[in-house]
C-alpha cells in the first residue's frame, strides 16, 4: 500500500499489535482479551498516539524521540498521527478495525 509522506502510519499492519495486546494480557492476567475490549484497546491506542504526536507538533520539535544506536535524534513530532493504517468503524456496542470484518 503506497502512502503520502503525511500519512505514512508508524506500524504498517494493526495485526501484530493486536497480538502484542492479547500476548500482554494473557501474560498479565493470566486470562484470554474479549474481541470487544481487544477492539477499544486498539481504538484508544490509535487514538492516545495521534494525540500525542499532534500535540509534539504544536511545541515545534522540543520531545526527542529515543534513538538507536548510531542514529540521528528525531522528534515525535517527526511521526505520522496515524499508529496504524486501518480503517475503524463506528458499530453499534464498539469501535471496530477493519481486521475484524
Given at each position: ?17 493486536a497480538a502484542?495486546i492479547k ?12 474481541p470487544?475490549?481487544l ?7 490509535f487514538?492516545y498516539w ?8 504544536q511545541?515545534?520539535?522540543t ?7 548510531n542514529e540521528?535524534s528525531?522528534y ?5 498521527e496515524y499508529?496504524y493504517?486501518?480503517k475503524i ?13
Amino acid at each position: 500500500m503506497s502512502y503520502s509522506k503525511e500519512v505514512i502510519p508508524v506500524i504498517e499492519n494493526v495485526m501484530p499489535l493486536a497480538a502484542y495486546i492479547k500476548h500482554e494480557c494473557l501474560d498479565l492476567k493470566k486470562n484470554t482479551i474479549s474481541p470487544l475490549k481487544l477492539q477499544k484497546s486498539l481504538y484508544f491506542l490509535f487514538a492516545y498516539w495521534g494525540g500525542f504526536i499532534r500535540k509534539s507538533k504544536q511545541i515545534q520539535q522540543t520531545v526527542p524521540a529515543k534513538c538507536n544506536n548510531n542514529e540521528e535524534s528525531s522528534y515525535y513530532s517527526d511521526y505520522s498521527e496515524y499508529l496504524y493504517y486501518s480503517k475503524i468503524e463506528a458499530w453499534m456496542y464498539d469501535p471496530c478495525t477493519s481486521y475484524c470484518l
